[in-house]
């Protein structure tokens, strides 16, 4: 009975009465506060502030920013992979976190703020293209795909916390741990640089292949009697958000093989 009534508080609320008064999460103003200081800084103020100076090294603190991203995506997998049950939640899409995970399911949702939390410290990352004068890589996919990640998983955990979250942080954060070991290695000379480079496109490629695998599983939220209309809400915003992300991606891989 009690159960009934929570999915039911859920279903009319659009929200989860576990996670909405959390640090971030019981209101949007302080995502909406980040992401538009995020864009302040990263298209007005900072290149005003580097306009006459020469770029930054920041060799150390990228270094250290690498293995930081190194560990705390493989924490996440680590949590998701011992407590959770991420690849149960692909076959088992239309049922809730609650009814495949059962007592982890508070911990699984723990995992799922700090990947939040994770995503918002990723923004740095754009701040030091900036200190460095790397204006390339500033893109509108850079960008796009930063803030949208950021309003992805605020929205999923504040309103519908679905079970295949646990699938998307299991192999997004695995792809970063890829990603973040070449980008580290990458720092020590140009020696490294020309040894890492014929495997740069393939990290693109892991890139798009593991979008394409999760946009995929989310549109069995399609399915005309797969869960509530949280889950159909949840599948509606990760199919769009993963058709995007994976055009531009392949966008830019086209243009980095020309």
């Given amino acids: 009975m009690e159960s009934k009534h929570y999915n039911s508080e859920i279903i009319a609320n659009f929200t989860d009465a576990r996670t909405m008064e959390w640090l971030l999460l019981s209101s949007p103003m302080p995502i909406i506060f980040i992401l538009l200081a995020y864009l302040y800084v990263v298209y007005f103020t900072g290149p005003q502030f580097m306009e006459n100076r020469q770029p930054y090294s920041l060799k150390r603190f990228i270094q250290c920013y690498n293995l930081f991203q190194i560990v705390a995506n493989f924490w996440l997998v680590f949590n998701v992979m011992t407590d959770g049950r991420p690849f149960t939640a692909v076959w088992r899409y239309c049922e809730s976190l609650d ?69 998307i942080i299991a192999l997004n954060c695995s792809v970063h741990v890829i990603m973040y070991s070449y980008y580290c290695l990458s720092t020590f000379g140009s020696n490294m640089r020309r040894r890492l480079l014929p495997f740069k496109k393939w990290i693109t490629l892991i890139q798009m292949a593991h979008m394409a695998f999760l946009t995929v599983g989310s549109s069995q939220g399609f399915i005309l009697n797969c869960g509530n209309i949280s889950v159909k809400y949840f599948s509606i915003a990760s199919f769009l958000n993963g058709i995007v992300n994976l055009s531009l991606f392949f966008n830019f891989y086209n243009s980095y093989k020309k």
């Fill in 99 to 167: 009814k495949i995970c059962g007592r982890n399911s508070e911990k699984q949702l723990e995992i799922m703020w700090w990947t939040l939390l994770l995503k918002i410290i990723d923004l740095i990352e754009t701040i030091i293209f900036v200190l460095r004068k790397k204006d390339r890589q500033v893109s509108f996919l850079h960008t796009y795909h930063h803030i949208s990640t950021v309003i992805y998983a605020w929205t999923t955990l504040r309103h519908s916390p679905h079970s295949f979250l646990m699938t």
